[in-house]
């Protein structure tokens, strides 16, 4: 692999081209997250893991959201998503994520697995899009509507947390995929939409904004 194929510059350990590595070895590490042989070989097989969609968000809070301090969006990871939606008590898990006091907007990938026994479980992603603002819960699934159910009880729990109402819609306009395999891709990409064409570009005009005022 060229040292020019990714954005990450120094900042990422890689172990390509080791036939010797065990699934559950680093292949690729990143700021906190780990990629193992497991995960990279699900990619191939084109299913993204809890981990590489963990890795997507480590990669778009470093490189891009961190270019906006003023921004308050959260990139919430899979396996915190999870717990959110499996809890009865949402408010026990509040110590163990990340303070929601002043955000705007939060990022949720919703699985559809019910077992909290079953590592990596589930057969299909999907992504809530909770604005806080606008206490709005928005629910993109590009197998509309196989999540329809999590989506909509994540979004009570995420509103217990928050100790605000939120209203849940579901996008039936959502881009809908052509297979079986690609709704992580999907989720990925709408994040990457959302948050960069959207929410982030808001911000730069308030950017330009602050500058023509000056």
Same mark, same amino acid.
């Given at each position: 692999?060229?040292?020019?194929?990714?954005?990450? =510059? =120094?900042?990422?350990?890689? %172990?390509?081209?080791?036939?010797?590595?065990?699934?559950?070895?680093? *292949?690729?590490?990143?700021?906190?997250?780990?990629?193992?042989? $497991?995960?990279?070989?699900?990619?191939? +097989?084109?299913?993204?893991?809890?981990? @590489?969609?963990?890795?997507?968000?480590? *990669?778009?809070?470093? $490189?891009?959201? +961190?270019? *906006?301090?003023?921004?308050?969006?959260?990139?919430?990871?899979?396996?915190?998503?999870?717990?959110?939606?499996?809890? +009865?008590?949402?408010?026990?898990?509040?110590? @163990?994520?990340? #303070?929601?006091?002043?955000?705007?907007?939060?990022?949720?990938?919703?699985?559809?697995?019910?077992?909290? $026994?079953?590592?990596?479980?589930?057969?299909?992603?999907?992504?809530?899009?909770?604005?806080?603002?606008? =206490?709005? @819960?928005?629910? *993109?699934?590009?197998?509309?509507?196989?999540?329809?159910?999590?989506?909509?009880?994540? #979004?009570?729990?995420? #509103?217990?947390?928050?100790?605000?109402?939120?209203?849940?819609?579901?996008?039936?306009?959502?881009?809908?995929?052509? +297979?079986? #395999?690609?709704?992580?891709?999907?989720?990925?990409?709408?994040?990457?939409?959302?948050?960069?064409? %959207?929410?982030?570009?808001?911000?730069?005009?308030?950017?330009? =904004?602050?500058?023509?005022?000056?």
């Amino acid at each position: 692999m060229s040292s020019g194929f990714h954005p990450f =510059g =120094g900042r990422v350990s890689r %172990r390509f081209g080791d036939k010797s590595l065990h699934p559950d070895d680093a *292949y690729l590490s990143y700021h906190d997250i780990r990629l193992t042989v $497991e995960d990279v070989d699900c990619i191939k +097989n084109d299913w993204l893991t809890d981990n @590489a969609i963990a890795f997507w968000e480590e *990669y778009l809070e470093h $490189e891009k959201l +961190n270019a *906006y301090p003023k921004a308050r969006i959260v990139l919430l990871r899979p396996s915190m998503a999870f717990m959110l939606l499996q809890t +009865n008590d949402p408010m026990s898990l509040k110590s @163990a994520l990340p #303070s929601f006091e002043h955000t705007t907007h939060i990022f949720l990938p919703v699985n559809d697995c019910r077992d909290v $026994e079953t590592a990596e479980g589930g057969s299909h992603w999907s992504l809530l899009l909770v604005s806080v603002v606008d =206490g709005v @819960a928005f629910h *993109y699934d590009s197998l509309c509507p196989s999540n329809m159910e999590e989506a909509k009880m994540l #979004s009570h729990h995420i #509103s217990q947390l928050l100790q605000k109402p939120l209203k849940f819609v579901n996008l039936d306009d959502s881009p809908q995929q052509e +297979n079986g #395999s690609d709704c992580g891709v999907f989720v990925c990409l709408l994040m990457q939409h959302l948050l960069l064409g %959207r929410l982030l570009q808001a911000h730069a005009q308030d950017k330009e =904004g602050d500058v023509e005022g000056d």
